[in-house]
């Protein structure tokens, strides 16, 4: 089981049925990262062998597995009554859609959709089950400027909005878990995309690079670069 890095209050459990090892990876340090309470599983097999040992608040359910399918598995657990689920499926045509509502699913989301969508869409599937959701804080102060590392959003310390791309926002996330400690380029890499990213050493330098600029509101240095070892966040940074 996937669990938050910090402590949580009354958080939903979730559960990831995938076949795709690395989309399971992904969401299950996504979700776990908010807070949520995550297991995982292969097929349909794996899910009813969760089910049956752990209460689930919602599934997140992929249509097109091995064996039994997610809508065959949707049917069963709507029709006892189940945790609420969240249909995910490359077939995103209106047809499909309503097959997978039909069958007792309270979402669908047609593939690819962000991380940041899902946990937007398992909110919603909490709020619409009246499961409590109450996380511990995610905002963090550094230098004047504050970060909600659940809402996504970065301010100055004028208290004005920053834009981040998704990208940046991960990066950024990292240096403040993190501050004080020098970051290699491949342990950012990991840590921000993931350790199955294809992307590469310059990709983190751009991020950085870009971060750097937007962070410039003085003579003190936020980012600093600690020649042939990577990247070392400055500031102090404290929970707000």
Known sequence: MYAASQPQTDSATLLVVDDDHDI???????????????????DAQGMDEVLARTSVDCVILDIMMPGEDGLSACRRVA????PEVILLSALGEEQDRILGLEVGAGHYLPKPCSPREILATVRAALRKRGTTCALVSEV???????????SHELFDPNGVLVGLTDGEFA??????ERPRRVLSREALLQAARGPDSDAYDRAIDVQVSRLRRKLRSGADEIIRTVRNEGYLFVPRVVRA
Do not use: C, P, Q
């Open 140 to 150: 963090y102060m550094f230098d004047g400027w504050r970060i909600d590392l659940g």
């Open 171 to 176: 990066v950024l996330r990292v240096f403040i």
């Open 79 to 82: 029709k006892r009554d189940g």
């Open 24 to 42: 399971r990876h992904l969401l299950a340090n996504s979700l776990g990262a908010r807070g949520f309470r995550v297991e995982t599983a292969a």
